[in-house]
């Protein structure tokens, strides 16, 4: 990590895994103490263009009438500080310094974001630590060594089983491997790991796309399943397989380029296009046609349940073959 090359006057922690952002705030603080910042300010911002920036600017310039010194956290969870904000971490970036430490901790920031003044002016003056999701191909690895380094030891079907249970949720994995261990657990097998875990994964519209692009229908079904549980709205979901079917529509199809296209997949649009290029445009008038039915039924014009909709849609998507809709399943009968 940063730190073993020594305390930075700033820090700016962002990113969207919050157990990863926790433990990188939780790690500056302590060696921030072990070096004598012993005071510690905490402040909130919480809307663009507003915040207790004043009140920032006292507990910075007040350092030079104490001997100790201090820790100044300043935490933005939109990562959207706002103009007045952006010149002021800008200004206290250079304030910081041997008696001040300027922790910056914020949400995800995106591509934009990143270009901005105080993002650059935060980065060199100091350390950026940027905390990603782990990708669900390593999320296994990482659950592997966080065991190890609790002390328990998870066997392959153990190991696969706490992976699917908490799939996208390094908290909820970290969590439950601490329950192991409280239960007094040196070695867990599956039928321990089922004893002990909830049902806690974590997921994304971004990964739905990227299974029903792979192909992998068992993972499609189970995200979606993820998605409803967790309260997203069935319009989002909507949005994103029609923007990976639009994306995909103009690899496939020579012809200008589709307005408002957007995939997080994009590398995975090559893996869906060989195996449906053999099925043909109908393939994916068929898919489109599934969306727009579902689009209706999300908006009450026609009858049907959303979320069955939307399950045989995302079976038709990641196999390319025919599904009987569930609403004419319904009509039909």
């Not at 079976?315 to 319904?330: D, H, K, M, W, Y």
Request: proline content about 5%.
């Amino acid at each position: 990590m940063a730190l073993q090359r020594g305390l930075a006057p700033v820090y700016l922690l962002s990113g969207a895994e919050p157990l990863q952002a926790g433990e990188c705030a939780d790690a500056i603080r302590r060696n921030a103490r072990a070096q004598g910042f012993t005071d510690r300010e905490v402040f909130f911002v919480d809307r663009a263009n507003s915040g207790p920036w004043d009140e920032i600017f006292a507990a910075a310039q007040a350092l030079s009438l104490f001997a100790s010194r201090r820790v100044l956290e300043v935490r933005i969870p939109g990562a959207k500080p706002g103009t007045q904000g952006s010149a002021a971490l800008q200004e206290l970036a250079g304030l910081a310094g041997s008696d001040l430490l300027l922790l910056v901790i914020t949400g995800e920031i995106d591509w934009a974001t990143q270009k901005s003044a105080w993002v650059q002016a935060l980065d060199a003056a100091g350390v950026w630590i940027d905390a990603q999701p782990v990708p669900v191909a390593r999320f296994p690895e990482w659950i592997q060594v966080r065991a190890a380094a609790a002390g328990l030891t998870l066997d392959a079907e153990g190991l696969q089983t706490l992976a699917q249970q908490s799939e996208g949720n390094l908290l909820a994995a970290a969590q439950e491997i601490q329950k192991l261990r409280l239960a007094g657990h040196t070695q867990a097998s599956a039928a321990e790991v089922l004893a002990s875990v909830t049902q806690s994964s974590r997921f994304d519209v971004s990964q739905l796309g990227e299974a029903v692009l792979r192909g992998d229908t068992a993972r499609a079904l189970r995200v979606l399943a993820g998605l409803r549980a967790e309260g997203v709205e069935a319009t989002l979901v909507l949005w994103s397989l029609w923007q990976e079917l639009r994306a995909l529509w103009q690899l496939l199809l020579p012809g200008p380029p589709l307005p408002g296209v957007w995939s997080r997949n994009k590398s995975l649009l090559p893996v869906a296009a060989a195996r449906l290029r053999p099925l043909g445009r109908a393939c994916l008038a068929r898919i489109d046609s599934r969306l727009a039915t579902a689009d209706r039924i999300v908006k009450g014009r026609q009858w049907g349940n959303a979320w069955d909709e939307l399950a045989q849609i995302v079976v038709e998507f990641a196999t390319g073959r025919p599904v009987l809709s569930a609403t004419s399943i319904a009509e039909s009968a």
